[in-house]
């Protein structure tokens, strides 16, 4: 029996539209409700306790809305909150750390694997643990980057700017010869091609959008919750505030318009 039921998305802003991206490329059948915490973004340097309960308000209305499964389509939640949304809900939800360190350690040859994200995903060690979970002789060096996220919310994603930021982020990764640097925030896809060139040993990449899509694909088909295979998805979004620049931000992420958007309150 298929299962017409949306899938769950949400992020703290509209970075997790780069997994909306993904989940559409890998299952174009599925239909997706994404919800965009964006009155409360940034979540990257809250503590715990509130992203718990901004992850907890999110999942609840999401699920009551009829979501089959949730993705929690940003790194910073779910570094902080997945346990206890696991714990909670019934229906399955997925987050990105875990797809994304699978896929680098797989990826990497030489052991050396950095983490780029927010502040309080570095600081809860989510995706050093992850990695020594699947290796652990794995060396994991770890870089908060605060002035990315800002930079791609004002669309600088080129030019000297970002290449500096990048440059002076990465420099400690480049020195000890780093072979894959995961991109663990949901924003930083977009900045894919700068980091890409500052990172000088020919590093690979790992962008937990494409990860986590496939990781869905697999608990979907693992719960017998594929959609019927017939018609494209529709795609849904939530608001909690229409920021300024919204629509150009939001085809940025998404790299294309999104058309039903609803503003709503959480509480
Ligand atoms: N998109 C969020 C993530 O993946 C970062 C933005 C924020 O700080 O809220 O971590």
């Given at each position: 029996?298929?299962?017409?039921?949306?899938?769950?998305?949400?992020?703290?802003g509209l970075?997790g539209?780069?997994?909306?991206?993904?989940?559409?490329?890998?299952?174009?059948?599925?239909?997706?409700m994404?919800?965009?915490?964006?009155?409360?973004?940034?979540?990257?340097?809250?503590?715990?306790?509130?992203?718990?309960?901004?992850?907890?308000?999110?999942?609840?209305?999401?699920?009551?809305?009829?979501?089959?499964?949730?993705?929690?389509?940003?790194?910073?939640?779910?570094?902080?909150?997945?346990?206890?949304?696991?714990?909670?809900?019934?229906?399955?939800?997925?987050?990105?750390?875990?797809?994304?360190?699978?896929?680098?350690?797989?990826?990497?040859?030489?052991?050396?694997?950095?983490?780029?994200?927010?502040?309080?995903?570095?600081?809860?060690?989510?995706?050093?643990?992850?990695?020594?979970?699947?290796?652990?002789?794995?060396?994991?060096?770890?870089?908060?980057?605060?002035?990315?996220?800002?930079?791609?919310?004002?669309?600088?994603?080129?030019?000297?700017?970002?290449?500096?930021?990048?440059?002076?982020?990465?420099?400690?990764?480049?020195?000890?010869?780093?072979?894959?640097?995961?991109?663990?925030c949901t924003?930083?896809?977009?900045?894919?091609?700068?980091?890409?060139?500052?990172?000088?040993?020919?590093?690979?990449?790992?962008?937990?959008?494409?990860?986590?899509?496939?990781?869905?694909?697999?608990?979907?088909?693992?719960?017998?919750?594929?959609?019927?295979?017939?018609?494209?998805?529709?795609?849904?979004?939530?608001?909690?505030?229409?920021?300024?620049?919204?629509?150009?931000?939001?085809r940025?992420?998404?790299?294309?318009?999104?058309?039903?958007?609803?503003?709503?309150?959480?509480?």
């Amino acid at each position: 029996m298929a299962d017409n039921r949306p899938i769950g998305v949400f992020d703290s802003g509209l970075g997790g539209l780069t997994v909306v991206k993904a989940l559409q490329n890998l299952l174009p059948s599925e239909s997706i409700m994404y919800l965009g915490d964006t009155a409360r973004v940034p979540y990257g340097n809250k503590s715990k306790k509130l992203i718990e309960s901004y992850s907890t308000q999110i999942t609840t209305f999401l699920s009551e809305k009829g979501c089959k499964a949730i993705v929690v389509a940003c790194n910073t939640a779910s570094s902080q909150a997945l346990d206890v949304l696991q714990d909670e809900f019934s229906i399955p939800v997925i987050g990105v750390i875990q797809p994304g360190a699978r896929m680098a350690v797989n990826t990497s040859e030489n052991g050396h694997i950095g983490v780029i994200g927010t502040v309080a995903t570095i600081e809860s060690n989510a995706y050093q643990n992850a990695l020594e979970e699947h290796n652990k002789n794995i060396i994991v060096l770890n870089q908060p980057c605060p002035l990315f996220v800002p930079l791609v919310e004002e669309g600088w994603i080129t030019g000297d700017v970002p290449k500096l930021v990048a440059d002076t982020y990465l420099k400690g990764m480049n020195a000890d010869g780093v072979d894959t640097i995961i991109l663990g925030c949901t924003h930083y896809p977009l900045l894919k091609d700068i980091i890409q060139s500052s990172a000088t040993n020919g590093t690979g990449l790992i962008d937990s959008a494409e990860a986590v899509a496939m990781e869905v694909e697999r608990v979907l088909s693992n719960n017998d919750l594929f959609a019927e295979n017939k018609t494209a998805g529709s795609l849904d979004c939530y608001v909690t505030d229409v920021p300024l620049r919204f629509e150009g931000l939001a085809r940025q992420f998404l790299g294309s318009n999104i058309e039903h958007v609803s503003t709503i309150s959480l509480h």
